[in-house]
């Protein structure tokens, strides 16, 4: 039986910065990066390290190797792979709302084995928008799935989530920290965990499609707004209310008619947004464009002035935006407003002469001057002055490329503004592709093959260097650096050692799967209070020394630590369930009613699938 280990002045200092790093999270009166640096304050000044790996975490693999799938994963949105994929599940499962949630909680999944949770949340949160709008789901009955298959899915590969990013790391240093026999622990591949993942994936689905969707809440959410609200610019400008998608008979009397003719019909207080024929796109329409059967009309009013203007017309009014939807959706497109500067060199020109449809890609609906309103024919004369309020419908990008324009002032601030690049999609995959590749069956590193996939995504284009920067999440990276020499100090200090000898868990009486039950309960709680990464460092060590010491295999108890340590269903304070809470409109109730039965399965899988694969 090995010796006792008696309690050191040094092993209660740690224990006193382990307790204080934990009330300190619990507490939310400090952030968890800013705690993870006081604790590195601490352990410089009580000298429980030296110097020289005080900041080891900084230069450690896992935090270059979090930093690269952070910039990875924002090449991949940007190039516009989110469109590409609502357009696909949509095709797969249109107008089925189960067999679209199903799609959705696949692809979830799988990007999230390359992706971190919030990454790929990140990008179908937006997939999520176009699909709401055009088949008229709450996005409360698919957010949810979306961030627990995300989670799910991050078990897939080891670089799916942080804790396994940083588990190859915490294995390495096992023969120093924990016993020299560990010097030789057997890294995990990229591919090592799949079919504990895959496990893990299919049973969560199978369980949110069965049994969540009773407890999910059924109550529309509040759709995204963005740009000038419809009620100031029908009060302003007289022009306003909903978006209608008409199609045009073959028998319509406005076949052959020009679009200036057709606004002719039209109530002053509608109007044309876009045409689309075919593969032909008019948007904005130019007024010189002809209608043709079969053609589809995007235009804006009242309900009841549209219909009864189609009825007129022999038009078809369908019951939502098809053709429209995401050309048409607040994220892509809304009203807005300029003003004419005192400086602008327009002034005294005509507004025609400006072509702002064929310059810009605005649409003037109308000009407010004064107490008066100009719309419909009146525009053509309107000769510009100092102050004049320009009422538009256009797409965000086209209106971010605007406000360089001095001759103007864009008044209108609330809106998406970010640009995609879908030129750079071939470039982003490449790049995604020759990483996997390289982790796969190049012999390198698995933070080297990152690093060139997030380098490529910079050098072609996908994403600028400020881009890059801002896409990665600094305060995970500050965790990570901030937590990985507390790990380091348990274990100089034997602290590990003492916890170890004193757990409960270590009872020789007690079966392999109850140590490992405990294991992952352990590392659950852990991960709720110090984030799957503090779990993480602070708890495989432990987890190495008890398996040491029970004649287990380590690295399957350390691998039990890292997948548990992303069990976080429970709450909405895990990042990928944060970011939904807001626009699914869910309770901190929703998530325990629907993420308790995920939680239990969770481990239950998890602990079936290590054991069936990874057995001796």
């Not at 590409?84 to 797969?92: H, M, P, V």
């Not at 689905?205 to 000038?228: C, D, M, V």
């Not at 008979?249 to 002053?268: A, C, P, V």
């Not at 300029?338 to 002034?347: E, F």
Request: glycine share 8%.
């Amino acid at each position: 039986m090995a010796p006792e280990i008696t309690l050191t002045f040094d092993m209660a200092l740690v224990l006193g910065i382990i307790v204080f790093t934990v009330l300190l999270t619990l507490s939310n009166v400090i952030r968890v990066d800013v705690v993870a640096v006081l604790v590195l304050v601490v352990l410089g000044i009580t000298r429980l390290l030296p110097p020289e790996q005080l900041f080891s975490g900084f230069s450690n693999d896992a935090v270059m190797s979090l930093i690269s799938v952070m910039i990875i994963g924002a090449g991949l949105e940007k190039s516009g792979i989110a469109l590409r994929i609502a357009r696909w599940i949509l095709k797969l499962g249109r107008e089925r709302p189960n067999k679209i949630n199903i799609f959705l909680m696949f692809s979830s999944g799988f990007l999230s084995a390359f992706m971190r949770s919030l990454g790929t949340v990140a990008l179908l949160l937006p997939v999520v928008t176009k699909i709401t709008v055009r088949t008229g789901i709450p996005k409360s009955r698919l957010l949810m799935p979306v961030a627990f298959c995300s989670i799910l899915g991050g078990t897939l590969t080891m670089i799916g989530s942080s804790p396994l990013i940083l588990l190859n790391s915490l294995l390495k240093n096992a023969g120093h920290y924990v016993d020299p026999s560990m010097a030789g622990l057997k890294p995990f591949h990229l591919f090592s965990v799949f079919p504990v993942g895959l496990m893990i994936l299919l049973v969560g689905i199978g369980y949110l499609i069965l049994f969540a969707r009773r407890l999910l809440p059924k109550e529309p959410i509040q759709t995204y707004s963005s740009g000038t609200t419809k009620t100031h610019f029908l009060k302003t400008y007289g022009k306003g209310g909903d978006i209608f998608e008409l199609k045009v008979r073959g028998s319509s009397n406005i076949i052959g008619l020009t679009l200036k003719e057709i606004e002719l019909k039209l109530d002053l207080s509608s109007s044309v947004l876009a045409v689309v024929y075919g593969k032909e796109i008019h948007f904005p329409p130019l007024r010189k464009i002809m209608i043709a059967s079969g053609a589809f009309i995007a235009m804006m009013g009242h309900k009841e002035t549209v219909a009864a203007f189609a009825e007129q017309n022999g038009l078809i009014l369908e019951p939502r935006l098809n053709v429209f939807s995401e050309m048409l959706h607040p994220i892509r497109a809304g009203l807005c407003e300029a003003v004419v500067p005192p400086s602008s060199q327009l002034i005294g020109l005509e507004l025609k002469e400006l072509h702002m449809k064929r310059t810009h890609a605005l649409h003037v609906l109308a000009v407010y001057r004064g107490q008066t309103v100009y719309q419909g024919e009146d525009l053509n004369a309107l000769v510009l002055r100092s102050g004049d309020t320009l009422g538009m419908f256009c797409r965000w990008e086209a209106l971010a490329a605007f406000h360089k324009n001095p001759d103007f002032v864009v008044v209108t601030t609330s809106y998406p503004r970010e640009e995609m690049r879908p030129k750079k999609v071939a470039h982003a995959l490449s790049f995604f592709i020759l990483s996997i590749l390289l982790i796969v069956w190049g012999n390198f590193p698995v933070s080297v093959a990152l690093l060139l996939g997030a380098a490529g995504m910079i050098a072609t284009g996908v994403l600028t260097i400020d881009e890059a920067y801002a896409s990665v999440s600094w305060k995970n990276v500050f965790l990570i650096a901030g937590l990985i020499p507390l790990g380091l100090v348990m274990q100089s200090t034997h602290t590990t050692d003492w916890l170890t000898q004193h757990a409960s868990l270590l009872d020789r009486d007690l079966s392999n799967s109850v140590i490992q039950l405990g294991l992952a309960f352990l590392s659950t709680v852990f991960g709720y209070v110090l984030s799957g990464i503090g779990a993480t460092i602070v708890l495989v060590p432990i987890a190495l020394e008890l398996a040491f010491n029970v004649g287990a295999d380590p690295r399957m108890y350390a691998l039990i630590v890292a997948i548990s340590a992303s069990n976080a269903f429970l709450l909405p304070t895990q990042q990928a369930n944060a970011l939904i809470a807001g626009p699914g409109g869910y309770r901190t109730k929703d998530f325990l009613k629907v993420g308790g039965g995920m939680t239990i399965l969770y481990w239950a899988v998890m602990l079936i699938s290590i054991n069936l694969w990874f057995s001796k």
